[in-house]
């Protein structure tokens, strides 16, 4: 069966480090990988997608992803934290008639 | 211009009303959603409707229906509001594998 797991719930990290959000996946074939951004009391924003090509995708506000087919995973990631990253992060995967399996959220923080 | 817009933002209403949420696209995708946040943020599909076909959540209960007057327009109706549906609700749409474009969301609550 098609899924998604973000394996953490809340990810803290200090302003200045590097992030990572893990996101693994489980499909048949290859896989349509996406990531979104929820700032609060907002709607999800698009951050990046992998297609094919490169395994490092580059995205929005610095962001970017690294696709490990071994690994089955695309996880989320960024050289050096803001406080304006302070966000919930959803990795999603393509299943079917290009509709997306949503894993269930990650809360990132960022403290000053 | 706003990509995907719905309205209305925040819509507090009684149990047992019927309302409506509308939700409009003007990106010329061919397909549009109806997802439901709920009070841990996980994200639920109610529904996803094209020009050809219309896929319904099983779990989605029959008080909930969409309603699609053309391929840029699709509502969200529900009857018989219960305390259990107040959620965030959010449309989108999208175009092949481009990914999902949102709307900003209306935040429900049944009183």
């Known amino acids: 069966a098609q899924s998604v797991a973000q394996p953490e719930d809340q990810v803290n990290v200090a302003e200045g480090n590097p992030l990572t959000v893990k996101c693994t996946y489980s499909?048949?074939?290859?896989?349509?990988l996406f990531w979104y951004v929820q700032y609060p009391n907002r709607g999800l924003q698009f951050l990046l997608k992998y297609i094919t090509g490169d395994n490092l995708v580059k995205g929005s506000y610095g962001f970017e992803a690294e696709f490990n087919k071994s690994q089955t995973s695309f996880h989320l990631k960024k050289p050096s934290a803001l406080v304006s990253d302070s966000a919930l992060y959803f990795c999603a995967v393509v299943y079917s008639n290009y509709q997306l399996i949503w894993g269930a959220g990650t809360k990132l923080i960022i403290k000053p | 211009d706003t990509a995907v817009s719905q309205t209305p933002k925040y819509l507090v209403t009684q149990m047992g009303n019927d309302k409506s949420i509308k939700c409009e696209q003007n990106l010329g995708h061919d397909t549009m959603y109806w997802y439901k946040q709920d009070s841990k943020k996980f994200l639920k599909i109610m529904f996803s409707?094209?020009?050809?076909?219309?896929?319904i959540n099983e779990t989605v209960p029959n008080r909930f229906s969409p309603k699609s007057p053309d391929k840029a327009h699709l509502n969200l109706h529900i009857n018989s509001l219960e305390l259990g549906d107040s959620a965030v609700y959010f449309c989108?749409?999208?175009?092949?594998?481009?990914?999902?474009?949102f709307g900003s969301g209306t935040r429900l609550t049944v009183v």
């Open positions: 989108a749409s999208s175009q092949g594998e481009s990914g999902y474009t």
């Open positions: 499909v048949s074939g290859n896989p349509y």
């Open positions: 409707y094209n020009n050809k076909e219309l896929i």
